[in-house]
């Protein structure tokens, strides 16, 4: 209810309170609980900003805050206001670490408040809170500006100031940084003042005594800015405007010019006085004593010159600071100008002490001591907060609590600000009282005794009172306080009230009390009875504050509480507020309003009630009214009054006057006071003088408070001695001080004067040095002597009056001195010395010596002498010594002694010698140029030794040719450096003093060590040999230069321009002397500039590189053709034909010209016909081409290497023409009356001929012609109607659309009756094209009719299928062959006469198959040679080369018909390929030539050392790749497999290391065997290396090797065995139990299957066709990981891979139902072999049947699609568990299709535990060939079998089979079986030499060679072969090797490798080669060898054809042998 009645603000205001209390009773008890340790302090800054912060908005700035402080204070930022600093996006941002950041700002972004603000750096942390200096920000948006240079006027004669003016915006930032005329003279700030042209400091340029040349040149200043670093010209340029002076005119001085100079400390600047007049005049600069209008010259010296009338100071120093004058004066007037000048030092502050620890109630005092100029301000701030005190001084009279905190001091000026911090902390234990048990509100009946109690605690301790509603309670008879304080400290107080009344009820106040805090706890006490108010006292309060008062009730319970004023209840106006519980409060109480009586009326609900009253006394504090004694100074000896009115206050009133804080006193010190009414008072001074300065305060206070007023009052006091100087005597060497004070208004300045000379009279400043200084006055001479002896006076000088002057006289009173206190004197042994003493000082002065501190008398040695000399300042004594000897190296010291003291001096007398001779030297240390020395330090002779000369020679030169090296004296250790390494020498040491040398010391001998070479091989030179290699010539370094013995050179080479490194070779030394070293740079790039480097090696190491030597390889031919070839037809007769230039970086060279090569069309296969025309333009025309022809033109670069590569052909055809004449007429007489005209076409018709004209004329006639028109293809004409005997001329044109062309030549012929037989036909050669008709013309006339006969090639034609003669007597031939080419005769006769004609017939046919042989092979390419075929008279235009990698796309190459050889590049390095070409011409392409079948060079990795490969640690092993050799083909990538020894998992680590690295293998356990399985790839296959290692112990030992275990002889086994026979009998008996169960199924299957035409699975013994079965990893070749990128074979179920595409291979060839060869059945296609008979069982069996079961293999019909043939099966659940050494492998077979059983171990496997294990190239078998050769071995009547196999059809890869053997043979000892080399298969790339013949295998059908990845479980050993990717051609990544592969299973050699061959590849479409099959051929199985004939017949391919076997037509030619572990 109360807080309803309560108005919003006033409840904020009273939770506002509340708050604040109970954070301070927090923190209070914070505090108390954790007092502050010892190592704990408030905030310090670390780095502090700057003052101001201006920068560029295109860089942005970062302000840094560092504090320390322990906790450590946190870091906000703050403005000038106080309030927080936060994020602005983009534009300000606080990081982390506390810097203020200003991010660079686009100019739009500029905001004010961000970018101009005044910030601070708060740091706080619980102790306090310090605010750094203010930090200006002042972000400059980039702005365009322009400095300006103006007109400046001046007469001639004076000096001229230009200036450079600035825009206002920018002028803080740029200053001028030099000036510049247009007669390019250049001027800049610097300190030569003496010139005429002069930069001042401010960039002013001063131009003295101008004249009138300073006019015709113009004047521009460059300007920088200082953020941005961007120097600019001014825009415009100034100039002077020199007037000539017209008479005689005063000074005149621009004072628009003056403003207040300010400059930085130490820095320059020039005060300006710019006056001109006639005559030019004079300046003189003066500056006014600071207070004072006196004034004094300025002296000029190094630091102030004037230039004309310009000041300039430099390095000016505060005191520089005040009011100059400037006076201008010429023999006219004189004019004068005041400026001030403000020399600003940087602000810096410190308060001490900076840390103080003051207990409670303990005056604090803080000084902040400050330097700078100017000083505007001081002020305090505490924690952060000001606290409104401004002197330098700050006193705290009390600490208390709230006290302790940060303290700061700032010091300030216009400019800057700096502060200082300082932390109070609080002594002892500042514990504030604590309530700890206090009583709880009561009520109760009236009677009993109430007992209050309360327990406090607190340090010190506190003391309790009671109050009873705020009355204090004191002891009565019936109220009774006690307390006591117990053993912990607390204080337990209580209340006893004996038998309560209900008026002893109300609010009830415990307060425990302390210095350092007051806790109080209240509860109300109600015992029930009437209402009762106590009496309330008259309350008195000052006008404006808050009346608060709480009504004193009684009795319970009360029902209401009401305030009433003349009888109103309150409130009745705002101020007032009435609560509940019977408080009242007023607020901002006045007199006439608030002053009253109020009464309390308390109700309870019967309506009883009491009242009591409160008188209210408000009264009214009094007012001071301002006074004053006036704005200026008074004067001694004025009046001076000030009033004191007190216009508003109760009375009465007390007024008093203060001076200086010291009351004023009526009627003392010149004062009287006086009063003109109660609220008037009067101060007067009849007469001022210097005590009455000072601060007036007048202070009027009454009952309600006071008030005070201050003024000053200002005296002008002339000076008075405060303090006067007298004369001083002072004893010399102390340090002297004369006081002279001076008191005066304003404060008198006192300096001091040295007399000039010995008397008063002229004075002179003293100038300021170490010793000599005047503080405050006080003239300070510190070390005073004898020339500070003389007159000096004290002047005090404050304006007012003539000033104080005193004269006094310093003496300096001397004892005697030595001058050298110490001095070391020599004397070489045995010479006379003599010691002298010089002693000044006051006389008289007694001497004495002596020596080694003993007195020394001359009595007692008659070598020493002394003598005495009196001189004007002292004396002299001398001692002399007649001969030195060694003892009288000592200290001597002479004692002076006079009446104001004594003085000593020693002489260190040294007797100086040679020294003796070094000794102990030893070698320390030696390399290959340097020795490092020691010995042994021997007397010096007391001299220095000044060096020690190391004397060394080579040991066979004499010691008069040696070299020195000095060495200090003081080192007894050197360096001997500059030899020559590997080299003898010896070497002594020498000492050397002042004196002289010692002897030499004993020589010792050192050999110095190699070094690496210093010099660099010389007379370099690098030749091109050709267009890829360089011929690098050097002879070595000097010999002095190879620092031992050379062994070879490193000669690096990289291309020129680059920043690549050089490659290095290395040549080995050779020793002949001065022969030149060379190297050959091959492989180099084509006109490429390389550079070489060469350094020589000794076994140390490489010395310095040469020079580089850079050149070029020879120019190559351009590799890419002229681009953009294009022709264009001009005439019929001309082409122009243009281009552009290859590629620069394709040219090779330097292209002279550009060949254009062209021909017609149709003669451009032959090369002879081919034109060429040189040019070096980018087009040419050519000439003389024939008429409408199509040419074909390519165009080449030339360089000097020779012509480029050929750009493609283009094709233009020349324009048609008029044609020829044709060439050839007849005319034939047909009758009387008709002749036919025949002709033959024009040899060139120059365009298509349109028509012929027939013109004939009867002869000698005049008859006009007659004109026929003919069509083109009619080329005879019957001319009709002529007259008999009549001779006609005949002659014939063509025409085509351009006109009609020339005629052919006349012909006359006369018609008649008798026709003789003739043939209008002409003789002609005719082409035909191969199985294309031809056909002859024979046309004749004749009557009678002529009989026609041919001849073909001179014999008869007579007609057949294919020739026949056709009713015009045309010969017919119908498809053309080669054969048919020649001559063929018509013959045409008839009664009359007879006629033949000859044409020759030209068969255009396709070349036949070229003959290609291998020439040449490298790593990457192949060489072959290309000839034509035999006889082939078919035209040959080039040739199409084929050729394919093993596992590879076929690709094409085309080849000129002239090249003889063609390279073959970019092959893949070791490698199979074959290689077929074609020929081709207009025709088409011809017959493929054979197969060649090859590889490129390259071999498998090499298997490095296991120490050079393997490197071991405790648990981990590094593996080195680099050790494994390539074998000439790059390495691709490794495989590491490891796993400790005794496990048999393989572990993969990685499957794609590359080969540059090392590989580290982790996580190994310490002391354990390990086996690593390392697979290397390369391009050429695939290396796997096995090693076996044991890492170190954990401390890096090595373990012992592991045991083998003991061999058991028979006897163990057979106790072992029955030993244990309870397991071994089981194991044997399930064992027969299995065997026999599979006999049975085998022999039930077999039955169901002898008859039926099923397909047969065959399999040809060969490699892999068995595996061995111990070997131990087959079950983890699932488990492999595929390399990245491998591409997995194809899925079986998609169209590449299912059981279908197999099957639709069937033909309808012979099928065989018999999987094994049985010898009781005859095969129809080859003979039997006649073998012995051999038992099934056994060693001896061949054909590897299980235990006798020839028929146990049979396939059954209806599992036909169940396995697919080609597939491998791992059948899984045998994975883990089962015996490696019983694996028994599972095999599908093809469909045979048609091909013979062959003979051989043919679908079987050899049985668990077989003694004959076959070993074998064990793998996934590829197809095999027919080229086999049975043969019967005739040892032991054991057969070596060699099976033929099927042949193949396909004539890309099995063409000339006989080239290409593979053989398979069966040892005839011991009946053991060996696999040979694998089965034969239909790809020639396996027809290598014998070293590739080991069962190189295919993987599959499915022209995939990575059947190890996905689910196939092939055994197979496997090289990569040259697998291509289809895709992209690129390599793909090789496969990875078998895993526990068992070396003793290879049969032909040691190393893990193999190759593969696609077996897909038969069955790929192999080009052009599709009408011309291979040749069959039969086997010739009787021709018999034996094996190792046969071997040798392979390696040298002379089995020959015959052993070939004929192959099924239809054949697919798919053989598998997969085999598949269980």
């Not at 800049?188 to 340029?205: A, C, I, N, Q, W």
């Not at 199985?1981 to 392979?1994: A, G, S, V, W």
Request: aromatic share 8%; hydrophobic share 30%.
């Amino acid at each position: 209810m109360m807080m309803m009645m309560m108005m919003p603000n006033e409840c904020h205001k009273w939770l506002t309170l509340f708050a604040a209390v109970a954070l301070l009773a927090n923190i209070g008890s914070t505090l108390a609980a954790n007092p502050p340790d010892a190592d704990q302090k408030g905030p310090v800054f670390l780095k502090e900003p700057t003052n101001r912060i201006d920068f560029s908005n295109s860089t942005g700035a970062e302000i840094e805050c560092k504090a320390s402080g322990n906790p450590m204070p946190e870091i906000i930022w703050v403005r000038s206001d106080g309030t927080a600093v936060g994020d602005v996006p983009g534009l300000r941002q606080i990081s982390s670490d506390g810097k203020l950041v200003f991010p660079p700002f686009r100019a739009e972004d500029y905001r004010q408040e961000v970018h101009a603000q005044v910030y601070a750096c708060l740091a706080r942390n619980q102790f306090g809170s310090i605010i750094s200096r203010d930090v200006h920000v002042r972000a400059v948006v980039a702005q365009y500006y322009e400095a300006d240079v103006n007109k400046e006027h001046v007469i001639r004669g004076n000096s001229a100031v230009i200036k450079c003016l600035i825009p206002s915006f920018v002028a803080d930032f740029v200053e001028v940084v030099s000036w510049h005329t247009d007669q390019e003279e250049n001027y800049f700030p610097g300190t030569e003042y003496d010139g005429k042209y002069l930069v001042l400091p401010s960039g002013e340029l001063h131009i003295r005594e101008v004249g009138p040349e300073d006019g015709y040149k113009s004047y521009q200043c460059r300007t920088k800015h200082r953020l941005t670093g961007e120097t600019r010209l001014s825009a415009t340029k100034g100039r002077l405007v020199i007037t000539e002076p017209i008479g005689s005119s005063p000074p005149k001085i621009n004072a628009l010019t003056y403003k207040p100079n300010t400059v930085e400390f130490h820095s320059s600047t020039a005060i300006l006085c710019p006056a001109q007049g006639y005559p030019a005049p004079s300046f003189r600069w003066y500056k006014f004593i600071e207070g004072t209008t006196r004034k004094q010259a300025v002296v000029l010296n190094d630091r102030v010159k004037q230039v004309s009338g310009t000041l300039i100071i430099k390095d000016a120093v505060v005191e520089d600071s005040g009011k100059y004058l400037c006076v201008v004066n010429n023999s006219v007037g004189g004019e004068s100008v005041e400026t001030v000048l403000t020399v600003t030092a940087p602000l810096s502050a410190k308060i001490d002490p900076p840390t103080q620890t003051i207990d409670f109630g303990r005056p604090a005092v803080f000084t902040c001591q400050y330097t700078g100029n100017p000083i505007k301000t001081v002020s305090w701030m505490k924690d952060g907060k000001a606290i409104g005190h401004s002197d330098p001084v700050l006193r705290i009279e009390s600490v208390k609590k709230e006290d302790k905190g940060m303290y700061q001091c700032f010091v300030r000026n216009d400019q800057e600000s700096a502060e200082a911090s300082a932390e109070l902390k609080l002594g002892g234990r500042f514990d504030p009282p604590v309530i700890r048990q206090a009583f709880q509100e009561e009520t109760m009946e009236p009677g009993p005794s109430v007992f209050l109690k309360c327990v406090a605690g607190g340090n010190p301790t506190p003391e309790i009172s009671w109050e009873l509603d705020g009355k204090k309670i004191a002891n009565n008879d019936r109220y009774q306080v006690g307390q006591y304080v117990t053993v912990n400290g607390d204080v337990v107080s209580y209340l006893n009230i004996t038998s309560v009344h209900a008026n002893d009820g109300g609010l009830y106040k415990c307060i425990a009390k302390s210095k350092v805090g007051v806790a109080e706890h209240s509860a109300k006490l109600n015992v029930y009875g009437l209402p009762y108010i106590r009496q309330m006292e008259k309350k008195a309060i000052v006008a404006g504050e808050t009346l608060m008062v709480t009504c004193p009730v009684a009795g319970y319970p009360i029902d209401s509480i009401v305030w009433e004023r003349d009888n109103r209840p309150l409130p009745i106006n705002r101020k007032q507020k009435v609560f509940p519980n019977g408080t009242l409060i007023i607020e901002n109480v006045e007199r006439n309003s608030d002053q009253a009586t109020y009464t309390c009326v308390a109700k309870n609900q019967e309506g009883y009630s009491a009242r009591g009253s409160l008188e209210v006394q408000v009264m009214v504090p009094p007012q001071v009214r301002p006074f004053s004694f006036g704005e200026s100074a008074a004067d001694v000896g004025d009046v001076a009054s000030a009033n004191c009115v007190v216009p508003k206050g109760d009375g009465p009133l007390e007024i008093r006057w203060f001076l200086n804080a010291v009351p004023i006193v009526d009627g003392q010190s010149g004062f009287s006071l006086g009063r003109w009414n109660d609220r008037t008072s009067l101060l007067n001074i009849d007469s001022l003088n210097a005590v009455h300065r000072g601060i007036y305060k007048c202070i009027a206070s009454n009952a309600a408070g006071s008030s005070e007023y201050v003024a000053e009052l200002q005296v002008n006091v002339p000076p008075r001695w405060i303090l006067e100087p007298t004369d001083k005597a002072f004893a010399q060497g102390s340090d002297a001080k004369v006081e002279c004070k001076a008191d005066g208004f304003p404060k008198p300045q006192v300096t001091w004067k040295k007399a000039v000379g010995d008397t008063p009279g002229e004075y002179k400043d003293l100038k300021k040095s170490d010793n000599i200084r005047v503080e405050e006055g006080t003239l300070h001479i510190d070390n005073i002597q004898k020339t500070n002896e003389g007159y000096y006076l004290c002047e005090a000088i404050n304006g007012i009056g003539s000033g104080l002057s005193a004269v006094i006289m310093v003496s300096v009173q001397a004892p005697p001195e030595f001058t050298e206190k110490l001095r070391n004197q020599t004397a070489r042994r045995g010479e006379p010395a003599v010691l002298q003493c010089e002693a000044k000082g006051e006389k008289p002065i007694g001497i004495l010596w002596n020596m080694n501190n003993m007195r020394l008398d001359p009595k007692n040695d008659n070598r020493y002498t002394i003598r005495e000399e009196i001189l004007s300042a002292g004396v002299m004594s001398s001692l002399s010594i007649k001969r030195t000897e060694r003892s009288d190296s000592a200290l001597f010291t002479c004692v002076a002694t006079n009446a104001f003291g004594s003085d000593d001096a020693s002489i260190n007398m040294i007797v100086q010698e040679v020294p003796e001779m070094p000794y102990a030297l030893k070698v320390l240390d030696k390399s290959g140029r340097s020795v490092q020395l020691s010995w042994a330090q021997p007397y010096d002779g007391n001299s220095p030794l000044i060096r020690y000369i190391i004397e060394f020679k080579r040991s066979r030169a004499s010691w008069d040719e040696i070299d020195r090296v000095m060495v200090p004296g003081h080192t007894t250790e050197a360096q001997v450096q500059k030899l020559s390494p590997a080299t003898t020498y010896n070497i002594r040491i020498v000492a050397e003093n002042e004196i002289g040398s010692s002897q030499s010391s004993e020589a010792v001998t050192i050999i110095t060590a190699e070094e690496a070479p210093s010099g660099k091989p010389q007379n370099i030179k690098v030749d091109p040999v050709n267009q890829t290699t360089l011929r690098v010539m050097w002879k070595p370094p000097p010999r002095s230069d190879w620092n031992g013995e050379i062994l070879g050179y490193y000669v690096g080479y990289k291309l020129s321009n680059t920043n690549s490194s050089y490659i290095f070779e290395t040549i080995n030394f050779i020793t002949e002397e001065g022969k030149e070293h060379s190297l050959e740079l091959n492989n180099l790039r084509v006109y490429t500039q390389y550079s070489v480097v060469i350094q020589a090696f000794n076994k140390i190491g490489a010395g310095p590189l040469s020079d580089e030597e850079k050149q070029f390889t020879a120019e190559g031919t351009p590799s890419q053709p002229p681009s953009d070839t294009a022709c264009t037809t001009l005439t019929s007769q001309t082409i122009r034909v243009s281009w552009v230039s290859p590629p620069l970086e394709s040219a090779n060279g330097v292209i002279k010209t550009y060949k254009v090569v062209y021909a017609p069309s149709d003669e451009w296969y032959d090369e002879t016909k081919r034109h060429y025309k040189k040019t070096a333009s980018s087009d040419t025309v050519l000439h003389g081409l024939k008429k409408y022809t199509n040419y074909t033109m390519q165009v080449l670069a030339t360089t000097a290497g020779g012509d480029g590569v050929r750009s493609v052909p283009i094709h233009c055809q020349t324009e048609p023409d008029v044609p020829e004449a044709p060439t050839d007429v007849k005319a034939l007489v047909m009758g009387n009356a008709a002749i036919l005209v025949s002709w033959r076409p024009p040899a060139q018709p120059n365009g298509i001929i349109t028509q012929y004209t027939v013109y004939s004329k009867a002869e000698g006639a005049e008859t006009e012609t007659k004109t026929q028109k003919v069509p083109h293809y009619q080329m005879s004409f019957e001319a009709t109607e002529l007259e008999k005997n009549k001779p006609y001329e005949f002659w014939v044109t063509a025409s085509t659309t351009i006109g009609e062309g020339q005629q052919s030549k006349s012909i006359v012929a006369m018609p008649s009756d008798q026709v003789p037989a003739k043939i209008a036909s002409f003789d002609d050669t005719f082409t035909a094209t191969y199985k294309e008709d031809a056909k002859m013309p024979c046309q004749a006339v004749g009557a009678p009719q002529p009989e026609i006969t041919w001849k073909i090639k001179g014999v008869d034609f007579s007609a057949n299928d294919r020739m026949r003669l056709l009713p015009d007597g045309s010969l017919l031939i119908k498809s053309v062959n080669r054969q048919d080419a020649g001559d063929y005769t018509c013959h045409a006769e008839n009664s009359i006469a007879k006629d033949s004609i000859t044409h020759k017939l030209i068969v255009l046919a396709p070349p036949q198959s070229p003959q290609v042989t291998l020439s040449a092979t490298t790593t990457d390419t192949l060489t072959v040679r290309l000839k034509p075929h035999e006889g082939d008279t078919a035209p040959l235009h080039g040739y199409t080369l084929h050729y394919k990698p093993e596992f590879g796309e076929w690709e094409t190459a085309e080849v000129s018909v002239e090249s003889q050889k063609y390279n073959i590049e970019n092959l893949l390095c070791g490698s199979r390929y074959q290689v077929y070409a074609t020929g081709f011409n207009n025709i088409g392409a011809g017959e493929a030539s054979d197969i060649l079948n090859t590889r490129t060079k390259g071999q498998k990795p090499k298997l490095p050392e296991k120490p050079r490969f393997i490197e071991v640690s405790s648990n981990s092993v590094s593996l080195h790749f680099k050790a494994w050799k390539d074998g000439g083909c790059p390495m691709s990538h490794f495989v590491v497999e490891s796993k400790k020894r005794d496990q048999l998992e393989w572990n993969q680590i990685s499957n794609n290391v590359k080969p540059d690295n090392n590989y580290v293998v982790l996580d190994l356990e310490p002391a354990t065997w390990y086996n690593l399985r390392i697979t290397a790839h390369n391009s050429a296959g695939f290396t796997v290396a096995e090693y076996d290692f044991a890492t170190l112990t954990v401390t890096g030992g090595t373990i012992a090797p592991s045991r083998d275990l003991p061999e058991l002889t028979a006897e163990d086994t057979i106790r072992i065995i029955l030993s244990n026979l309870n397991l071994v009998v089981p194991v044997v008996a399930a064992l027969l139990v299995i065997i026999i169960a599979i006999i049975v199924i085998c022999i039930l299957r077999s039955k169901g299957n002898h008859h039926k035409d099923d397909v047969v699975y065959n399999q040809t013994m060969g490699p892999g066709a068995t595996l061995d079965k111990r070997r131990p990893d087959l079950r983890d070749e699932l488990g492999y990981i595929a390399p990245p990128n491998r591409k997995l074979p194809p899925v079986p179920g998609s169209n590449y891979n299912t059981c279908d595409r197999i099957k639709r291979g069937r033909g309808s060839g012979l099928r065989s139902n018999h999987s094994t060869w049985d010898p009781r059945r005859n095969p129809n296609l080859y003979e039997e072999l006649k073998a012995p008979p051999v038992p099934m069982h056994g060693i001896g069996n061949h054909y590897g049947h299980a235990h006798g079961t020839p028929e146990c293999h049979y396939r059954h019909p209806g599992m036909e699609d169940e396995i697919c043939p080609y597939a491998t099966f791992h059948l899984l659940g045998f994975r883990e568990e089962m015996d490696p050494t019983k694996a028994m492998n599972f095999q599908t077979f093809p469909h045979q299709n048609g091909h013979t059983p062959v003979p051989g171990h043919a679908g079987t496997m050899l049985p668990p535990g077989h003694p004959g294990h076959v070993h074998s190239r064990s793998g996934s078998q590829s197809m095999p060939r027919a080229n086999r050769y049975q043969r019967k071995n005739s040892q032991g009547g054991q057969s070596s079998i060699y099976t033929p196999a099927p042949e193949y059809d396909d004539p890309a890869n099995c063409a000339e089979e006989d080239q290409y053997r593979r053989y398979t043979r069966v040892n005839s000892q011991g009946g053991s079986l060996y696999s040979g080399p694998g089965p034969e298969y239909d790809d020639p790339a396996n027809c290598a030499p014998e070293e590739d013949q080991y069962g190189s295998q295919y993987g599959g059908p499915y022209g995939q060679p990575y059947d190890h990845y996905g689910s196939r479980g092939s055994m197979g050993r496997r090289s990569i072969g040259s697998a291509r990717n289809p895709g992209n051609g690129s390599p793909e990544p090789p496969p990875p090797p078998p895993r526990n592969h068992d070396m003793s299973n290879s049969s032909f050699n040691d190393s893990k490798e193999s190759n593969e061959i696609s077996e897909a590849e038969c069955d790929r479409d192999h080009g052009p080669r599709g009408n011309y099959g291979a040749v069959k051929r039969s086997p010739q199985p009787k021709d018999q060898r034996t094996t190792e004939e046969m071997r040798k017949l392979i390696e040298r391919n002379e089995a020959g054809p015959k052993q070939l076997q004929l192959q099924q037509a239809n054949g697919a030619g798919f053989t598998a042998y997969d085999t598949m572990a269980v």
